[in-house]
């Protein structure tokens, strides 16, 4: 008799024999106990996980002699013929090979017909999303309202490629990737049934290739079991899988986290030289630095990591040290090389290139850290000639200057001989206040478009943010020119002949004269506002950069300014 691989052999032959899919098995094993199985359901999730078993353990429950029931007696010819894979009423379809429309009608044409002997006519039809769009259309009705002796049994890996008229006729159960102890304490119970001595930590490791599969693990442990004579060690694993150890990756991480580069090449070197894939040796590391990421900023991280317990504590006594802003850095800069690993027609010179750049790299301090080092530093060196931050200032606020401020009456409200010009005498006109200064202009313009605003709302609506930038006075009138900011509208609004008559007499009304008016199309006002924040901004960082304790920030640690914000 030819060998019977272990993921056969062992196969689940009841609901409770299934591992950790409770979630799934309880409600079919109510269902049945209620009577309310669905004509149609639909099992999806990775593969090796027991979509094909469930369905096989279900057409067993609702076809043995005793059921339907939640325990099928594995010992009657109902379920003898479903074991042995031979059941004349239990179909098992591959749907990655029975695609098509016309096996799909076939199909359609044989269900009419009574079951064998079996209370039920079953069709599994395994990989159900490799059927094609024809033959989807051509099983709708049929799906949808078959005949009372008929269930439909389907399993998927990728049910997003089922059409939702397909799912909205089934009901749907999700199963989950095993987690490692599960799938360990699976293998061990089969190791003590075939009276194999195994390592625990044989069994972890290949718990951790299979990825959440029971069915990859056990075709991984027929392997090893295979190629070793012996008790199944640890090392036996990890040569005849190919795995890198877990020490290495270990040591390796902390040669990293310790700068010590001639550890790390040695490291590669010993790696390469063993046979190990170079491509998934790196991908092993960002996985540890990803788990020691997880462990340096979760609070519960046996909840997220699928590690030993044994392994955390170690994990966590590592990075107790070393910041999470460090590991993040050594991870996003492992995790971008990982392509140029990967491709690279020289996989080891790449991964030693990239083990150089992080040994190069100095590591980022988080700015608690940092204000701690400069406060040191300033007790250490004694008091900075400058100015410093005023009392209370949040740290790394910009210092800004005051402007110096007298009692004096302000420039901007005195005319050009120094008196005060806002405190004129009552009856005062614009006319006889100064235009030759920037601050008389704006004083004359404010008058003139509250008198235009009296006459013309709309008009002084478009004049919003216009400046008068020319003020020239001539014998027979006064010339003035406007810049007129904002959008075109506005500007062609004023610009007109009929509106700068308007805006003349307005105008002449307000300074007592004869007003000759010209205007000119100014900045857009988004222009005006990005200019605004940029010189705004460079001014901060002018004022940031001469600062003493900034200046010396930057030439101690050797760093650059590479923004400024201010605290609202």
Not at 242 to 255: F, K, L, M, N, Y
Not at 531 to 537: F, L, M, S, T
Request: charged share 25%; net charge neutral; aromatic share 4%.
């Amino acid at each position: 008799m030819s060998y019977l691989v272990l993921a056969r052999k062992y196969r689940p032959q009841t609901f409770d024999d299934v591992v950790q899919q409770d979630h799934v098995t309880r409600t079919i094993a109510n269902a049945i106990a209620s009577e309310r199985v669905a004509h149609a359901i639909l099992f999806t999730g990775p593969r090796g996980t027991g979509k094909t078993t469930i369905a096989r353990i279900l057409a067993k429950a609702m076809n043995c002699e005793k059921g339907p029931t939640q325990t099928p007696c594995n010992a009657c010819r109902s379920c003898r013929e479903i074991t042995g894979g031979s059941g004349a009423d239990v179909y098992e379809i591959d749907g990655a090979s029975n695609n098509g429309v016309d096996q799909i009608r076939e199909l359609r044409g044989n269900i009419k017909y009574m079951p064998a002997h079996s209370r039920f006519k079953i069709y599994i039809i395994d990989e159900v999303h490799m059927l094609s769009t024809p033959a989807f259309n051509a099983l709708l009705k049929t799906l949808e309202e078959p005949p009372p002796h008929i269930m439909f049994l389907m399993a998927t890996t990728e049910p997003q490629k089922i059409p939702v008229t397909i799912l909205s006729r089934c009901q749907r159960h999700d199963l989950k990737r095993m987690d490692g102890d599960a799938i360990a304490g699976h293998m061990a119970a089969i190791c003590r049934s075939e009276g194999i001595d195994t390592a625990p930590k044989a069994l972890d490791r290949i718990a951790e290739q299979a990825g959440g599969s029971m069915r990859d693990a056990l075709s991984l442990l027929d392997q090893v079991i295979s190629g070793v004579s012996g008790p199944v060690s640890l090392e036996a694993v990890n040569d005849i899988l190919g795995v890198v150890d877990r020490q290495s990756i270990t040591d390796i991480a902390e040669a990293i986290l310790n700068r010590d580069l001639t550890s790390v090449l040695e490291i590669v070197a010993g790696v390469y030289a063993f046979g190990h894939s170079i491509p998934e040796f790196h991908a092993a590391l960002i996985r540890y630095f990803r788990d020691l990421a997880v462990i340096k900023l979760v609070a519960a991280p046996n909840r997220v990591l699928d590690l030993p317990e044994k392994e955390i504590r170690s994990m966590q006594a590592r990075v107790q040290k070393v910041s999470s802003l460090h590991i993040n850095q050594i991870l996003e800069m492992l995790f971008k090389a990982e392509k140029e690993i990967r491709w690279s027609t020289n996989p080891k010179m790449a991964f030693e290139i990239e083990m150089i750049r992080l040994h190069e790299v100095t590591p980022l301090l988080p700015i608690g850290d940092l204000i701690e080092k400069l406060d040191e530093l300033r007790k250490t060196v004694g008091p900075v000639t400058g100015q410093l931050p005023p009392a209370g200032r949040a740290p790394g606020a910009p210092v800004r200057q005051a402007a110096a401020q007298t009692p004096e009456t302000p420039v901007e409200n005195r005319s050009e001989s120094g008196a005060d010009t806002d405190k004129k005498p009552p009856g005062d006109t614009p006319a006889a206040v100064s235009m030759t200064t920037e601050a008389g202009r704006e004083r004359a313009w404010e008058k003139m478009l509250d008198a235009i605003g009296e006459r013309h709302p709309s008009m002084a609506a478009n004049l919003t943010n216009s400046r008068l930038v020319d003020c020239r006075e001539d014998p027979d009138a006064v010339r003035l020119e406007i810049e007129v900011n904002g959008s075109r509208f506005n500007f062609n609004r004023i610009n007109r002949k009929d509106s700068l008559k308007d805006l003349e007499a307005a105008c002449g009304a307000c300074l007592g004269r004869r007003v000759a008016l010209s205007v000119r199309m100014g900045r857009h006002r988004d222009e005006q506002k990005k200019k605004r924040k940029k010189d705004e901004a460079d001014r901060l960082k002018r004022e940031v950069l001469d600062h003493p304790l900034v200046a010396d920030a930057i030439e101690i640690f050797n760093g650059k300014l590479v923004d400024v914000k201010v605290d609202a």
